[in-house]
């Protein structure tokens, strides 16, 4: 596999950074995961459980090691300073300076380890005015301007700054381990969910950086003025999608419907020029239920779905076909590998460990001795989980 051989040291939280060590430990790097002894990873607790564990910390968590470790002691920065000698890659999510006052921050552990790649993930990133502000991700969504492109600004359905930074986390990563094997020389990596989310709003800057002015949802090709671009109300009450505006995608549908003569309105720019166009569809949508519509679409060139809800989504026959639901013995379920390669396939490791499970394994391979490793769980330093 692809990180065959990577260490990881893991000490972040939550979701971008472990989601980002996920995806290394499912392409074959052993993750190290630094717990807190007494404060462990909170989503072991956030949700509901299945086989003992959360789904929350099954889909973030799996096929790795736990090293349950207080940063606050002086013994427990040392042990982390010696894994990071050993390590290739540190993750944290620390909020800017925190690893640095606890003595695990990059110029630090750089100094002991000039191969490591250190990666930083924050809310606001490591430098800046805002970067010791504390945001989650709705609240990073609002100020890039995220929110803001919807008509109304709602919770969106996808962490949109926390999925984006800590996929650029991976590449960055990525990056960082290639360009090592040429230099010797480890980096490090200051990944901000504010500029993750920024760096995705491509399609919304026409406007901005073309003529000085904010999008008009209205008006815009994507975000609602398009006909043929929309959701769609359906007799039941559910909905589906037109997701493409293209002609051929236009005449396909219209001709079906038979109203061949508003063809030309789906030419014609978004906004007020397509209302009419909009209007009929609306209407259209309305005669047959979503699940008649989507029968009535199979085999028709057509850019179409049906809004599923998250059961809906999992269940359908496409997430098997693709292998994105993996479902155990025992009945719990993963999400499946979106990285798929066609030489060294990733591997699903469903394993997951308890508190401290691995502690005592790894603090041998760095010379402690059982009398070593019992004094210092006996001081609070570290903490032994079962195996």
């Not at 606050?72 to 909020?95: Q, Y």
């Not at 919304?204 to 090709?221: I, K, M, Q, W, Y």
């Not at 396909?252 to 906004?271: C, M, N, Q, S, V």
Request: proline content about 7%; glycine content about 10%.
């Amino acid at each position: 596999m692809k990180f065959d051989g990577v260490r990881v040291l893991d000490l972040s939280q939550f979701l971008p950074g472990p989601l980002l060590t996920l995806m290394m430990a499912d392409h074959g790097a052993e993750v190290i995961k630094i717990e807190n002894p007494t404060s462990p990873e909170p989503t072991r607790s956030i949700g509901p459980k299945v086989d003992g564990h959360t789904v929350y910390f099954r889909n973030t968590q799996r096929g790795k090691k736990s090293v349950a470790v207080d940063l606050k002691t002086v013994e427990g920065r040392e042990i982390v300073g010696r894994l990071a000698e050993g390590a290739d890659v540190l993750v944290e999510s620390f909020r800017p300076g925190v690893a640095d006052r606890l003595g695990v921050g990059p110029a630090a552990l750089r100094a002991r380890a000039p191969r490591l790649v250190y990666c930083s993930l924050s809310a606001f990133g490591q430098t800046g005015s805002w970067r010791e502000r504390p945001a989650h991700d709705l609240s990073v969504q609002a100020l890039a301007g995220a929110l803001g492109l919807s008509e109304v600004p709602s919770i969106p359905g996808i962490p949109a700054a926390d999925m984006a930074s800590s996929l650029l986390g991976l590449a960055a990563v990525a990056m960082a381990l290639y360009r090592r094997e040429k230099t010797g020389q480890g980096d490090a990596i200051d990944i901000a969910m504010y500029d993750s989310v920024l760096s995705w709003t491509t399609l919304a800057l026409d406007p901005v950086f073309g003529e000085g002015r904010t999008l008009d949802p209205a008006t815009s090709r994507i975000y609602g003025g398009a006909a043929f671009y929309r959701p769609y109300r359906c007799k039941d009450g559910r909905y589906i999608t037109l997701g493409g505006s293209e002609p051929k995608f236009v005449e396909t549908l219209l001709t079906a419907l038979g109203r061949a003569d508003l063809i030309p309105l789906g030419r014609k720019p978004p906004g007020a020029d397509q209302a009419p166009l909009r209007r009929f569809l609306e209407e259209a949508f309305l005669a047959r239920t979503r699940d008649e519509w989507t029968t009535w679409m199979e085999g028709r060139d057509i850019c179409f779905a049906p809004v599923l809800d998250m059961k809906e989504a999992f269940d359908h026959p496409l997430a098997t076909e693709r292998a994105m639901i993996s479902r155990e013995a025992a009945g719990a379920s993963h999400v499946g590998l979106p990285i798929k390669y066609a030489e060294e396939p990733g591997r699903l490791d469903p394993r997951l460990a308890g508190v401290g499970r691995d502690t005592e394994a790894v603090l041998a391979t760095l010379g402690f001795d059982a009398a070593a490793i019992a004094a210092l769980e006996a001081k609070g330093v570290i903490k032994r989980g079962k195996p």
